[in-house]
C-alpha cells in the first residue's frame, strides 16, 4: 500500500465514548471481597449502566443516568481516560 492511500483511512476510525470498560473506584467498597475499584458495562432496564468488582466480578453499583451521562460528556471532550476515574457520592452515609 502507498503512503497516500493509507493517509486516505487514518482518521476514519471514531474514538470510543462508550463508558463500558471504564475503570472506577467507588466510594463504598464491595460487599463480597471490600474492593473499591470497578469496572462498568452496559445495563438494561431503567439503569444507564452497571458497576462489577474487578476482583469479585460481582455487581456492586448501578450507574445513574446522571453519572453516565456526565462521564460521556467528558469522554466526548477530552477522550477516554487511561486511569480509573474517582466516583463520588453526595449522599452521607448513615452509621
Known amino acids: 500500500m502507498l503512503p497516500r492511500q493509507l493517509s486516505l483511512f487514518a ?8 463508558v463500558v470498560g471504564l475503570a472506577v473506584v467507588l466510594p463504598r467498597p464491595c460487599r463480597s471481597c471490600g474492593e473499591t475499584m470497578a469496572v462498568l458495562g452496559s445495563s438494561k432496564g431503567p439503569h ?5 468488582c474487578i476482583s ?3 455487581h ?3 450507574v445513574s443516568k446522571e453519572t453516565f451521562d456526565f462521564v460521556t460528556a467528558i469522554i466526548d471532550h477530552v477522550g477516554r481516560p487511561e ?3 474517582v466516583v463520588r457520592s453526595n449522599v452521607e452515609q448513615r452509621n
Open 83 to 85: 486511569d480509573a476515574i
Open 48 to 52: 444507564a449502566a452497571v458497576a462489577f
Open 11 to 18: 482518521e476514519s476510525t471514531a474514538p470510543s465514548t462508550s
Open 60 to 62: 456492586v453499583a448501578w
Open 56 to 58: 469479585c466480578n460481582r
